[in-house]
């Protein structure tokens, strides 16, 4: 894989329609085209500083997680990763035309929010960009929001998206970064964008030493379970396990019938290019131009959790 430099690329006056929260941005011109360049995020502030590093790995994140999507075949933006100031950034293509417009769901919600309530007779809140999502509610959306039902293989996205982050420890798939693109040709599902909190950016290369010599004796289900930004009771995250054994007790028929499949399709597709998994690891250097990359432990730590989270937790929920 090549790492750019990005220093000398242009600003552009066209930021793109998406983004994140995780960092500073530059709308940047690369060969032309409108790409957004994200930097790395300081962590002064967070909470368990002790822990983190100066500066989290969110571009090397956002780079993984979304080769990771496309190796399994997904519809997902376009990354490369670079060097602008000094830092290693990631540099994500605008995927929507200059006619279009992407929809965020936590948008797509509230459009028809006022007539869904007096309709069903129920109070959906508006529905901000926050890291708790109402697994219930959104499931009212997909059967009942006009917006919504239109859009043919959105519940089907919601599902995949769920199994491949809880693989990739992505906790931050909330309603602002996911969605659809609206332009005169029509309506599509966006592709798989912002995926930044994969692999757990924010840890410092001390602390991810002491997991490895702590998973020495090798690691439990409960210990490698990662919790999710989604809720039932609209206060306790669901974790990962628990929202692969969702059953149509808990949520509707047709959504446990929808988890279901994703789970043997998406576990299907990890065995099948799991090699391909590991050489994108294999492809990105230690360090370039005197600028870290991937460290050995880090690489270690972020390939061996995927796979124990595939062999250990969506595996046998296949089986």
């Known amino acids: 894989m090549n790492i750019y430099d990005l220093t000398n690329c242009p600003y552009s006056q066209r930021n793109g329609y998406y983004g994140g929260a995780a960092g500073d941005k530059d709308g940047i011109i690369i060969d032309g085209e409108p790409w957004i360049c994200k930097y790395p995020k300081p962590t002064v502030g967070m909470r368990g500083t002790a822990n983190l590093a100066p500066y989290s790995s969110t571009p090397l994140s956002e780079y993984l997680g979304s080769h990771i999507y496309q190796i399994l075949g997904y519809p997902v933006h376009e990354t490369i990763l670079g060097i602008r100031d000094g830092f290693l950034v990631v540099a994500c293509k605008d995927f929507c035309e200059e006619d279009e417009r992407l929809f965020e769901i936590r948008t797509l919600k509230n459009i028809h929010i006022k007539e869904m309530c007096e309709e069903l007779g129920l109070d959906l809140h508006e529905t901000g960009d926050d890291h708790l999502v109402s697994l219930g509610e959104l499931f009212i959306h997909f059967e009942h929001n006009p917006e919504m039902k239109s859009i043919k293989g959105l519940s089907a996205r919601f599902w995949d998206q769920v199994i491949i982050d809880g693989l990739l420890g992505n906790n931050d798939r909330n309603n602002g970064n996911w969605g ?76 446990a019938k929808m988890l279901k499949e994703a789970i043997q399709k998406n576990a299907r597709l990890v065995k099948e290019r799991v090699a391909d998994i590991k050489a994108l690891f294999d492809s990105l250097p230690s360090e370039y131009n005197g600028t870290e990359v991937l460290s050995a432990e880090r690489k270690t730590f972020y390939l061996s959790s995927f796979l124990e989270r595939f062999e250990m937790i969506l595996l046998p929920k296949a089986s």
Do not use: C
Request: charged residues 25%; glycine residues 10%; without cysteine.
């Open 180 to 255: 659809i693109i609206v332009g005169p040709k029509g309506r599509r599902i966006a592709p798989v964008f912002d995926n930044g909190a994969s692999f757990y950016p924010k840890k410092s290369e001390d602390s991810i030493k002491k997991a490895l010599s702590v998973d020495e004796g090798g690691r439990t289900p409960s210990s490698l379970n990662v919790i999710t930004p989604f809720t039932l009771d609209g206060e306790h995250h669901v974790n990962y396990a628990r929202m692969l054994d969702l059953t149509g007790d808990v949520i509707p028929s047709v959504q």
